[in-house]
């Protein structure tokens, strides 16, 4: 069955240094998504990104993030300075079409220290 | 936005016990989906369940959308099924879904 595939699946970094985040779409998706869980708190949204640009993005996503899909598959996310309270899990997720199921990766734990 | 309310907030149960699980939301939706957080903090797609009911072995779920709720069934449980159990709502538009808080299941031996 086709999946969303995370990498890495952890990852600690110095408070400050950039962060890259990757994420492969399954096959013929177009709607992609960030999330992120703080340990112990809800899923929360960060962006969604469709047609090559974002289509929202909550206030969470400042200019510390970005994403892009710079080769038509994999889908990243950066960080260009972290923090402290950047530490979470972090989800991609992706859907065929609009008002479709959503299927997650597996996630990758940021610990910033 | 649309809020999602998830109740109970914890339960805990004895093996081989039933549950149900509750998912309320504010407007009218036509996406809704089941996960459960497994311990390793995986989010596990359980039911894409816009309306009707849906069943996948001890598991089932339905969603009443005209009544803004859905529910997650849960038979004969296993220690296996701890975790959290979240509802995820998007809205109309291509954008953003909103998360339940989440109930946390604990299955005793």
């Known amino acids: 069955e086709p999946e969303v595939t995370q990498t890495p699946s952890h990852q600690v970094t110095q408070m400050g240094q950039e962060v890259i985040l990757r994420c492969v779409p399954i096959?013929?998706?177009?709607?992609f998504y960030w999330y992120r869980q703080i340990l112990g708190q809800k899923v929360e949204f960060l962006v969604s990104?469709?047609?090559?640009?974002?289509?929202?993005k909550s206030e969470i996503f400042d200019d510390q993030f970005s994403v892009e899909r710079p080769d038509g598959s994999n889908f990243t996310l950066k960080i260009r300075s972290t923090k402290l309270e950047d530490s979470a899990m972090y989800f991609c997720?992706?859907?065929?079409?609009?008002?479709?199921?959503?299927?997650f990766g597996q996630g990758t734990r940021l610990t910033v220290v | 936005g649309i809020q999602v309310e998830q109740s109970p907030p914890d339960l805990i149960l004895q093996e081989g016990a039933n549950s149900t699980l509750r998912c309320n939301f504010s407007?009218?939706?036509?996406?809704l989906q089941w996960f459960h957080q497994n311990p390793w903090g995986q989010l596990i797609n359980l039911f894409y369940?816009?309306?009707g009911t849906k069943q996948n072995g001890r598991l089932s779920a339905t969603t009443v959308a005209t009544e803004r709720y859905s529910l997650l069934y849960i038979s004969s449980s296993q220690t296996t099924d701890s975790g959290v159990y979240f509802c995820?709502?998007?809205?109309?538009?291509?954008?953003?879904?909103?998360f339940g808080d989440g109930t946390t299941l604990t299955v005793k031996p």
């Open positions: 997720a992706t859907r065929p079409g609009r008002n479709t199921e959503a299927f």
């Open positions: 096959s013929n998706h177009l709607y």
């Open positions: 990104f469709y047609n090559n640009e974002i289509s929202e």
């Open positions: 407007d009218s939706v036509n996406n």
């Open positions: 369940i816009p309306s």
């Open positions: 995820a709502v998007p809205p109309f538009n291509a954008g953003k879904s909103t």
